[in-house]
């Protein structure tokens, strides 16, 4: 019996790479470059790379939408980079700068920031305004992604 297979989009050359779900602990790499497939790390996404990795990622997206003047977003900063370490390879934790992307801000609504957005399948699941420390940043990811 085979094991079921996850689809994620390379962080580095933006493929996507099919490998077994029971692989994604193992530190994968990109079958096109080689890198790895988590880094750690969330990744600053553009209207470009944004589409890819919500429709084509399997795992739950976790996208913050974000401006670097707003100060509560600075605050959270590394709330959300300790939440990425913690929680990959089970979700993607993406950035968007809204002053950067303007169109994908207005594209989901985007009112008040920092914004975070849980994907699953190219849709939006769950929505959350306002900047959090790492405790509930965590306790909302894990209830937001199931």
Known sequence: MTSPSTH???PHCQ???RLPSLRL???PACGQC???LFTGHPLELNQQSFA???ERNDLPVVVDFWA????????????YEAAAAQLEPGLRLVK???????????QYNIRSIPTLAVFK???EVARQAGAMPLPQLLAWLRQASR
């Open 8 to 10: 994620l989009v390379c």
């Open 15 to 17: 493929a996507v790479n």
């Open 25 to 27: 602990a193992e530190h």
């Open 34 to 36: 080689h890198r790895p």
């Open 52 to 54: 890819r990795h919500i």
């Open 68 to 79: 670097p003047w707003c100060g509560p977003c600075r605050a959270m900063a590394p709330a």
């Open 96 to 106: 968007v700068n809204t002053e950067a992307e303007p169109a994908l801000a207005a």
């Open 121 to 123: 399948g190219g849709r």
